[in-house]
């Protein structure tokens, strides 16, 4: 990873052609992958995790996902917490989708299997 990257840098760079973000909204949902990511025109909520970030633990992050979680490439990941927090986004070091909600599901398990996804909760 590049040294001098911001954490959104660092991120797509991670991503490179895979991984996406969708924003679950109440009226539509929105697809933001790599290229979006370094485009600048994001959603706040989005650009709060980024801001939240550090390049510096996106090593941990990953070991999270990838090993803890055990995402696959070719997985759904459901975050149904708060978007303040930069933690879900280490799933698209994964390559698969996340799925972020702008407002939290009243059943997060409910919507995860609608959507084909497993549930995100972050390790003890």
Not at 19 to 33: M, N, Q, S, V, Y
Not at 69 to 95: K, T
């Amino acid at each position: 990873l590049d040294g001098d990257a911001d954490y959104a840098g660092a991120l797509a760079q991670a991503m490179g052609r895979r991984g996406a973000i969708e924003l679950l909204g109440t009226d539509a949902r929105r697809r933001i992958d790599a290229a979006a990511l370094l485009a600048g025109d994001l959603p706040h909520c989005i650009g709060a995790m980024l801001k939240a970030g550090n390049p510096a633990v996106l090593a941990r992050q990953a070991a999270d996902h990838l090993l803890r979680l055990e995402l696959r490439p070719d997985q759904r990941a459901l975050w149904p917490g708060r978007l303040d927090d930069c933690w879900p986004l280490g799933a698209l070091l994964a390559g698969g989708t996340l799925l972020l909600c702008e407002t939290p599901p009243l059943d997060p398990a409910r919507l995860a299997a609608a959507e084909g996804a497993v549930l995100l909760r972050r390790p003890v």
